[in-house]
Nanobody, 122 residues
Framework: QVQLVESGGGLGQAGGSLRLSCAAS????????MGWFRQAPGKEREFVAR????????YYADSVKGRFTISRDNAKNTVYLRMNSLKPEDTAVYYC???????????????WGQGTQVTVAS
């Protein structure tokens, strides 16, 4: 069982930056691929970014490519999402997820955090 706890959300300004963190409870964190997803009101959960277990392979949604950076520190059991050049359309609840397979599809992920709200003011 892996417990994930997100932090770092809040109110940001358009053009500004925020950094989200996701701390995992499991010592086997380094064996999991990690993903960030988001869900805006009235919309389906959508893929944001993912990173392989080693941290070498990353992949981003087109909507955040060049603005967001996903990284991980396996020694700290933590994955990060650095969000730059924020836009009001980035407003959503952001979730981190852990799974055995790195994919843009949320279904294969086994564990999810509770989510953290990000609101971007124009």
């Amino acid at each position: 069982q892996v417990q994930l706890v997100e932090s770092g959300g809040g109110l940001g300004q358009a053009g500004g930056s925020l950094r989200l963190s996701c701390a995992a409870s499991a010592g086997t964190f380094s064996s999991y691929a990690m993903g960030w997803f988001r869900q805006a009101p009235g919309k389906e959960r959508e893929f944001v970014a993912r990173i392989g277990w080693s941290g070498i392979t990353t992949y981003y949604a087109d909507s955040v490519k060049g603005r967001f950076t996903i990284s991980r520190d396996n020694a700290k059991n933590t994955v990060y999402l650095r969000m730059n050049s924020l836009k009001p359309e980035d407003t959503a609840v952001y979730y981190c997820a852990a799974g055995r397979v790195a994919t843009n599809n949320p279904r294969p992920y086994d564990y999810w955090g509770q989510g953290t709200q990000v609101t971007v003011a124009s």
